[in-house]
Antibody
Framework: QVQLVQSGAEVKKPGASVTVSCKAS????????MHWVRQGPGHRLEWMGW????????KYSQKFQGRVTITRDTSADTAYMELSSLTSEDTALYYC?????????????????WGQGTLVTVSS | DIVMTQSPDSLAVSLGERATINCKSS????????????LVWYQQKPGQPPKILIY???TRESGVPDRFSGSGSGTDFTLTISSLQAEDVAVYYC?????????FGQGTKVEIK
């Protein structure tokens, strides 16, 4: 059974950076697309980007381009999301979510498993 | 970007009655070469992450009760709960995976009347 376990809540000051981790188990990490989705106070879900856990290729939403970096460590089956230049608008619950690369047909862009979420609060 | 719009924003349904949620995309998400609609429905209960219910607009994920069904094609889609149960109280989201950035509807909150 696929399980994604995220790191704990963070409180950051404006202008700082935050890194959230997502440890995967129960599946072949290299066959995964690891995505990051955030959910703000209004509960809207917002996709930030993804990494191909097999080859490390990334793609980011234009909205976050230049501020977000997604990486992975295949030896630890863990994906990371770093968001820089934080403002109060970045206060949100951040989820990692998994898509399946193997199935094909853009299936890697739908999310069959989600982490428990990491609350990031940006406050001075 | 493809804009996904759900209706209604919330609805209250009696136990055992039907609940219907609509989702409209700003452009077609039907891929002609495989005749598939690139739409997924999620359920999010309070304090939990979203859970996938239906993909390809109408294919139920393994383990999802058959009272949940999806329909529609092109730009207009529907999630139906045929007989609402207490455990179905949640927010439901549609998402297109036709192109990046993937985008979500704003969510529909389902409550018991």
């Amino acid at each position: 059974q696929v399980q994604l376990v995220q790191s704990g809540a963070e409180v950051k000051k404006p202008g700082a950076s935050v890194t959230v981790s997502c440890k995967a188990s129960g599946h072949t990490f290299a066959n995964s697309a690891m995505h990051w989705v955030r959910q703000g106070p209004g509960h809207r879900l917002e996709w930030m980007g993804w990494i191909n856990a097999g080859n490390g290729n990334t793609k980011y939403s234009q909205k976050f381009q230049g501020r977000v970096t997604i990486t992975r460590d295949t030896s630890a089956d863990t994906a990371y999301m770093e968001l820089s230049s934080l403002t109060s608008e970045d206060t949100a619950l951040y989820y990692c979510a998994r898509g399946d690369i193997v199935t094909g047909g853009n299936s890697f862009l739908r999310f069959d498993s989600w982490g428990q979420g990491t609350l990031v609060t940006v406050s001075s | 970007d493809i804009v996904m719009t759900q209706s209604p924003d919330s609805l209250a349904v009696s136990l055992g009655e039907r609940a219907t949620i609509n989702c409209k995309s700003s452009q077609s998400i039907l891929y002609p070469s495989n005749n598939q609609n690139y739409l997924v429905w999620y359920q999010q209960k309070p304090g939990q992450p979203p859970k996938i219910l239906i993909y390809w607009a109408s294919t139920r994920e393994s383990g999802v009760p058959d009272r949940f069904s999806g329909s529609g094609s092109g730009t207009d889609f529907t999630l139906t709960i045929s007989s609402l149960q207490a455990e179905d109280v949640a927010v439901y989201y549609c998402q297109q995976y036709y192109s990046t950035p993937v985008t979500f509807g704003q969510g529909t909150k389902v409550e018991i009347k």
